[in-house]
């Protein structure tokens, strides 16, 4: 009954120092997101994944990439911290892509500096 | 593309007191509409939603909403607000032709004052 997990919770980063943010949810859903959310601005969606082996770009991917081997796994990486990446992030999954509202996991809130 | 505007930043409201935050969204085209609530340090959870049929759908913890099709709104209310009601309330929307991604508005902080 895990749900969506994402891992690490916290980080600090240094500016050019690169990590990868994991998520893995065990719903079996086909559709994962990931979202940063900066205050007052809601959330804004980075990448996007209808299935393993394919994913696509949201609204904010520059200095993002993702990858989508399994139907559990959608890590996120960033290359080349920068300090506009500071921000909290969230993974989320749906079952029906829009229909049915997406599961949202706990969060990770990355500071680089 | 779709866009939701919630149009207040923050609301204060006294304890027991009613509140409604309020949504609107830019498209009359068919649309299913969603209530996400962030409690403080937490990830999103589903309030409620709007998908077809009756126009005022509630959640377990006393909230309910309302879609308005002419209005293009889908206001949250709750009659008497409790302390522990104390989060950020998102509204999000989905294209219901598209089944596409869910938009999300900015969100409304509600303060509940003792």
């Known amino acids: 009954n895990a749900g969506v997990t994402q891992t690490p919770k916290f980080r600090i980063l240094k500016i050019g120092q690169s990590m990868t943010l994991q998520c893995t949810q065990d719903?079996?859903?086909?559709?994962m997101y990931w979202y940063r959310q900066d205050p007052g601005m809601g959330l804004k969606l980075i990448y996007y994944?209808?299935?393993?082996?394919?994913?696509d770009k949201g609204e904010v991917p520059n200095g993002y990439n993702v990858s989508r081997s399994t139907t559990e796994d959608f890590p996120l990486r960033l290359e080349l911290a920068a300090p506009s990446q500071t921000s909290v992030y969230f993974c989320?999954?749906?079952?029906?892509?829009?229909?049915?509202?997406?599961?949202f996991g706990s969060g990770t809130r990355l500071t680089v500096v | 593309a779709q866009s939701v505007t919630q149009l207040d930043s923050q609301v204060p409201v006294f304890e027991e007191a009613p509140v409604e935050l309020r949504c609107n969204y830019s498209?009359?085209?068919?649309?299913?509409l969603f209530w996400y609530v962030q409690y403080p340090n937490q990830g999103l959870q589903l309030l409620l939603k709007?998908?077809?049929?009756?126009?005022l759908v509630e959640s377990i913890n006393g909230f309910e909403a309302e879609f308005n099709k002419s209005q293009t709104s889908f206001h949250l209310r709750k009659p008497s607000v409790h302390i522990s009601d104390t989060a950020e309330y998102f509204c999000?929307?989905?294209?219901?032709?598209?089944?596409?991604?869910?938009?999300f508005g900015k969100g409304t902080r509600l303060h509940i004052l003792p």
């Open positions: 989320a999954s749906s079952w029906d892509r829009g229909r049915s509202g997406y599961t």
């Open positions: 719903m079996n859903h086909n559709y």
């Open positions: 994944s209808v299935g393993a082996g394919i994913t």
């Open positions: 498209s009359s085209v068919s649309v299913y």
């Open positions: 709007y998908l077809s049929g009756s126009t």
């Open positions: 999000a929307v989905s294209d219901m032709n598209r089944d596409d991604k869910i938009i």
